[in-house]
């Protein structure tokens, strides 16, 4: 094989290896260092680690050649290229990440909350400073959905994306589901097991999820949304008693993170992160554990579905090492991030069918006094379910309401809150139906 042949079918096995410093050294930042020395990749070298209380951090797999330092200007003026942020949050990451990219050093990260916040900025000075800044481990670990959007489908016009973005809940709801555990001991198996941390509020009340599902509407719907205007819900209010009902209806329970065009208006994004009822057809209803699921909607391609571990390690290391690589590899892709489209902040109407639980202590009337409120929003009931055997006491029972947009839905919740037969406060949660899964 003449050498011509040789390089354009094997590349140049000569390229110069790419150097790269490591911010954080916890459970994702040991996983890429693993696969850095380890991987066959020959075209990458981890040069050093850089950690608070680094002393306690070092390991002896590490080898000797690499440093290890606790202050970041170390890595600035170091040989690294390539700069891997892990630290998360966004005090310091995000001055971090604007020190590296400044330098001229690219910078790969796991960090949603930074790219959720700063995203515009830092893409910005990246291509002021000739370098790049990729983030694909930030969004659903490793599937690689935001490569698949902007490389994929980017010829076709894309008008929705939902998904199942956070591992946690979704672990705990298929074991709630699954076991007939409560969410107490769902949420503390989850914890032993590591896919939840101690404090797990950020991942139960959507915080993670809210800053993904920003970053997907800015990259994939080319729409960057003021984070906090992306109302959430918590999981926490979810009973076996649900799951029960779910069953009936031929669906299960997930945390749906979506954002979507208006019909009407193609630049008003709806975005929310809540629980929703899901129909057993639908892909989100298949993922198990800690599984993400991201379904993209586009005119022409119809729907596409991604999916894949998004907690853990090993998987978010594995995207984030896949970026390092591109980045080495001179790949031109960047995150194209809609620079000159200002942030906005989301509606938060959708339409769509509703399910509603109550526990109330049982009396004659009650039932009128909802069909009262309901028809006052116009909003009509579509069924009545009523498991049998509960105490008169503490009765649960299940109303679902026909299409309707979701601020009627709150406006009627917020007066039947107030009826004085309730033994729990109500449930609620939009289905998601036919076409939006």
């Avoid at 797990?200 to 205007?229: R, V, Y």
């Avoid at 926490?236 to 031929?250: C, E, M, N, W």
């Avoid at 298949?286 to 119809?302: I, Y």
């Amino acid at each position: 094989m003449g050498d011509d042949l040789f390089l354009r079918t094997y590349g140049n096995t000569h390229r110069a290896v790419t150097k790269v410093g490591l911010i954080g050294f916890g459970t994702v930042g040991k996983s890429v260092a693993r696969i850095l020395l380890d991987s066959c990749e020959q075209q990458v070298d981890l040069v050093s680690i850089c950690n608070r209380n680094v002393d306690r951090k070092r390991v002896d797999w590490v080898p000797e050649r690499v440093i290890w330092t606790s202050n970041f200007d170390d890595i600035l003026r170091s040989e690294a290229e390539i700069v891997v942020e892990l630290i998360g949050g966004t005090d310091p990451a995000t001055d971090l990440v604007r020190k590296a990219l400044e330098h001229g050093k690219s910078v790969v990260t796991a960090n949603k909350q930074i790219i959720a916040h700063s995203g515009s900025a830092l893409t910005e000075i990246a291509f002021k400073n000739d370098c790049r800044i990729l983030f694909e481990a930030a969004v659903g670990g490793v599937i690689p959905v935001i490569r698949g959007v902007q490389e994929g489908l980017t010829g076709d016009n894309l008008t929705r994306i939902h998904g199942l973005l956070n591992g946690t809940c979704n672990y705990i709801l298929t074991r709630m589901e699954n076991g007939e555990i409560n969410f107490d001991e769902a949420l503390s198996e989850a914890q032993q097991l590591g896919f939840a941390e101690a404090d797990p509020a950020a991942d139960i009340d959507g915080d993670d999820a809210q800053a993904k599902i920003a970053i997907l509407s800015a990259i994939g719907l080319g729409c960057p949304l003021i984070l906090e205007s992306i109302p959430t819900a918590t999981i926490r209010g979810v009973d076996t008693i649900d799951f029960v009902y779910a069953r009936r209806l031929h669906c299960t329970i997930r945390q749906v993170s979506r954002a979507e065009r208006s019909r009407a208006d193609g630049s008003t994004i709806s975005a929310s992160v809540q629980l929703m009822l899901v129909p057993n057809g639908s892909p989100l209803a298949r993922a198990e554990g800690s599984q993400n699921v991201v379904v993209v909607d586009g005119e022409r391609s119809g729907e596409t579905a991604f999916s894949g571990f998004g907690a853990g390690g090993d998987p978010t290391a594995v995207a984030i090492v896949s970026d390092v690589i591109a980045i080495s590899r001179n790949d031109s892709r960047m995150a194209n991030w809609p620079n000159r489209t200002p942030s906005r902040s989301a509606q938060t109407d959708f339409d769509s069918a509703h399910y509603i639980r109550l526990v109330v202590m049982d009396r004659p009337g009650i039932i009128s006094e909802l069909a009262r409120v309901f028809a006052t929003h116009d909003i009509n009931i579509d069924s009545l379910l009523q498991e049998p055997g509960w105490s008169k006491k503490e009765l649960p029972f299940v109303i679902t309401l026909e299409r309707c947009n979701t601020s009627s839905v709150r406006d009627a919740l917020s007066e039947i809150q107030r009826f004085d037969f309730h033994a729990r406060e109500p449930f609620w949660m939009p289905i998601l139906t036919r076409g939006e899964t």
